[in-house]
């Protein structure tokens, strides 16, 4: 197959989008290669502390008028930024792809959820209505209005360079607030090609702002007083942190964290279709999602031994073919399956954490350490899906999150076993079931302590007009990002008790 | 044998090629054959519109596609190349012929597209049938006109 265009030509030189303006940055440049070719595709500012009160002051001066433009005005701008965004779907689509290594198909995925949140927030009209009830008391009425708070900050993760962020900024500005969104210093292109959009979609200056940095922005983002709130994708470690520091400068948070999600497959499973959603997802995005499989957990229910260990054998044997046949090379190669995991550092991580599995008496069944790639390409950081069998959840590669194309297939005996597994972990971000069972399904749903619970899906993403939840060491915060809950959290309910004489 | 295992951005890839081309063989048929320039001229207008259908269905949808682990099995798409080059020498009737072999075959891609996407949204399989059925109504225009052509001589 031919690889498609590649958007990006020439080296690019990334700058800030501060006070409407596109502004070079005197911190030290870091490069951004393309994790499929080896090659070098920008060069992204580590800004420094001085920029970023800039772009601070800039959001500060803009929410004074901002908050005053009505909201069906804020919407239009979002409608205007909706349709340059579809104009643009395949450029965005390929930058992805090209910055983050995840195929084309993927990338275009990522863009369309993306401007489903753009979607979403131009119904903020009606999203941020509040409520009122007359005659509380003898001539009084009482009244709830939502008013935007100020200044956001935005921390991005790398493996979602387009939609992430959108999963936050657009419901902030469209309440009336304004954002300095950080992009990932390993994924920065595509927050700037939407930055240069923002800036043709009408948005006043301020309100939208792009710095560009690493840990050292995101802690002057924890650290500014006039910040009122950051969300936060990322590490459990790292969430923990910023939870802990915005408590002690009175920010709001809300901050995912990492997972390890298990996928259950019932007896009465429908074998064909389950194998399918698993290998999006575990190998989707090459592993490298918070809503991916990770322990894949076969559950005998109802079946004596023989049975079980049929069953057992035939979702292993399946499940290894289909991963077994996945194509890896280019995302922007159109027969590609799984493109490269981001960068090289990641794949030494997932490569330690194979080890480990071998290490700790896991069956590696299929080894993905031989890099199979459909082209002749640098295997930098490439990695062909991995699967162990025979893992127990003791195991550090069923406990921890690998974040890699790393499937580990676990066996358990009854389904009350299967969700004490899932409650031993310390994770709680979403979980998965398979079953003919309407039964088996509602006690999936009804006990499981995950934010997002899947019944026959394998990666249980909330869409735009839901909140993508979270629990335990998955999420720390109270209100979750996109639909009603993000309203919520951009804005103050203000409560208002009238009485006229 | 072609890869029969085809990721959706290749069949979507493969779609967007055929109208293309499709689209600028009609241009060239209405360059060439003024007798028939307005039949062409809307014929590659169609193809055009067919292009814009099938992407935007395609981007539309595709997070879906890809929660479902689908790939389009089975949907050999060397089956359905078509030469659609116009030598110097070829005639109204030849270029026809060629017409209406490059529309039995797209016909036939969409409608084994179509039939393969089924447990997609429908949306996806409904743009499918929508482009095939364009095509025949195209084919049995051309025929139409190539049975003229022959009646005339």
């Known amino acids: 197959m031919p690889i498609l265009e590649e958007p990006i030509k020439e080296t690019l030189h990334l700058r800030n989008y501060i006070d409407g303006e596109w502004v070079d940055s005197k911190g030290e440049p870091n490069d951004v290669t393309n994790p499929a070719t080896g090659k070098l595709i920008a060069r992204v500012p580590v800004s420094t502390e001085d920029e970023f009160e800039k772009a601070v002051n800039a959001a500060k001066g803009a929410f004074y008028d901002w908050r005053r433009t009505p909201p069906l005005a804020r919407a239009r701008c979002f409608f205007r930024l909706k349709e340059l965004l579809e104009e643009n779907f395949e450029e965005l689509s390929r930058i992805q792809t090209m910055e983050h290594g995840k195929t084309i198909d993927e990338s275009r995925g990522e863009t369309r959820r993306g401007i489903e949140m753009v979607e979403v927030a131009t119904g903020i009209p009606s999203l941020m209505m509040g409520y009122n009830l007359e005659d509380i008391a003898s001539g009084i009425d009482e009244y709830l209005i939502r008013q935007p708070l100020g200044v956001f900050g935005i921390i991005?993760?790398?493996?979602?360079?387009?939609?992430?962020?959108?999963?936050?900024?657009?419901?902030?500005?469209?309440?009336?607030?304004?954002?300095?969104?950080?992009?990932?210093?390993?994924?920065?292109?595509?927050?700037?090609?939407?930055?240069?959009?923002?800036d043709e979609s009408g948005f006043p200056p301020g309100v939208w702002n792009v710095v560009h940095g690493g840990e050292a922005i995101a802690s002057c983002m924890m650290e500014n007083r006039d910040i009122k709130g950051i969300c936060f994708v990322g590490s459990t470690p790292v969430g923990k942190e910023i939870y802990r520091k915005c408590g002690e400068t009175g920010k709001r948070v809300i901050a995912q964290c990492g997972a390890k999600n298990f996928l259950l497959v019932m007896p009465d499973a429908d074998l064909e279709k389950t194998i399918a959603a698993c290998m999006t997802s575990f190998y989707g995005n090459a592993g490298q999602r918070c809503l991916s499989g990770a322990n894949l957990v076969i559950v005998g229910e109802g079946l004596n031994k023989q049975e079980f260990d049929a069953f057992y054998e035939k979702v292993v044997n399946a499940f290894i073919a289909s991963a077994s046949k996945i194509k890896v090379g280019y995302g922007l190669d159109d027969s590609v399956?799984?493109?490269?995991?981001?960068?090289?550092?990641?794949?030494?991580?997932?490569?330690?954490?194979?080890?480990?599995?071998?290490?700790?008496?896991?069956?590696?069944?299929?080894?993905?350490?031989?890099?199979?790639?459909?082209?002749?390409?640098?295997?930098?950081?490439?990695?062909?899906?991995?699967?162990?069998?025979?893992?127990?959840?003791?195991m550090t590669i069923a406990r921890e999150e690998i974040f890699g194309p790393v499937a580990n297939i676990i066996r358990t005996?009854?389904?009350?076993?299967?969700?004490?597994?899932?409650?031993?972990?310390?994770?709680?971000?979403?979980?998965?079931?398979?079953?003919?069972?309407?039964?088996?399904?509602?006690?999936?749903?009804?006990?499981?302590?995950?934010?997002?619970?899947?019944?026959?899906?394998?990666?249980?993403?909330?869409?735009?007009?839901?909140?993508?939840?979270?629990?335990?060491?998955?999420?720390?915060?109270?209100?979750?990002?996109?639909?009603?809950?993000?309203?919520?959290?951009?804005?103050?309910?203000k409560v208002v008790i009238q009485r006229w004489f | 044998m072609g890869n029969l295992n085809l990721t959706t951005s290749a069949i979507i890839g493969f779609t967007e090629n055929l109208e293309d081309s499709s689209s600028v063989f009609y241009e060239r048929l209405a360059e060439r054959f003024v007798e028939s320039k307005d039949i062409f001229q809307t014929f590659a207008t169609a193809c055009k519109k067919t292009k814009i259908l099938v992407t935007r269905t395609y981007q539309e949808t595709i997070s879906d596609v890809l929660e479902t682990g689908f790939s389009f099995e089975g949907l050999d798409l060397g089956n359905y190349a078509v030469e659609i080059d116009l030598s110097e020498d070829t005639t109204y009737t030849d270029a026809l012929e060629i017409a209406i072999a490059l529309e039995e075959k797209s016909h036939r891609f969409y409608l084994n597209a179509a039939k393969l996407s089924q447990s997609l949204l429908a949306t996806i399989p409904r743009a499918f049938i929508k482009a095939g059925e364009g095509r025949i109504k195209r084919k049995l225009e051309l025929q139409s006109l190539l049975d003229n052509t022959n009646l005339v001589h």
């Open chain 1, 156 to 198: 991005a993760p790398f493996n979602f360079p387009f939609m992430v962020p959108l999963w936050f900024a657009p419901y902030a500005i469209a309440a009336g607030n304004c954002v300095i969104i950080k992009p990932s210093p390993h994924v920065p292109l595509s927050q700037t090609k939407i930055a240069e959009l923002v």
């Open chain 1, 413 to 493: 005996e009854s389904f009350d076993d299967a969700v004490e597994m899932i409650h031993s972990n310390p994770y709680g971000n979403a979980s998965c079931i398979f079953t003919g069972s309407g039964k088996w399904a509602r006690e999936f749903q009804y006990r499981v302590e995950c934010g997002n619970i899947g019944i026959n899906i394998g990666i249980a993403a909330p869409m735009a007009f839901f909140p993508f939840s979270g629990m335990k060491d998955s999420f720390f915060g109270t209100l979750h990002g996109q639909g009603q809950e993000a309203i919520r959290f951009f804005t103050e309910s």
């Open chain 1, 337 to 394: 399956q799984m493109g490269p995991v981001q960068n090289k550092q990641r794949k030494e991580r997932i490569l330690g954490f194979i080890q480990k599995g071998i290490d700790e008496g896991a069956k590696l069944r299929l080894d993905g350490r031989n890099v199979r790639l459909v082209e002749d390409l640098p295997d930098t950081c490439f990695l062909n899906p991995t699967v162990f069998t025979d893992v127990t959840p003791d």
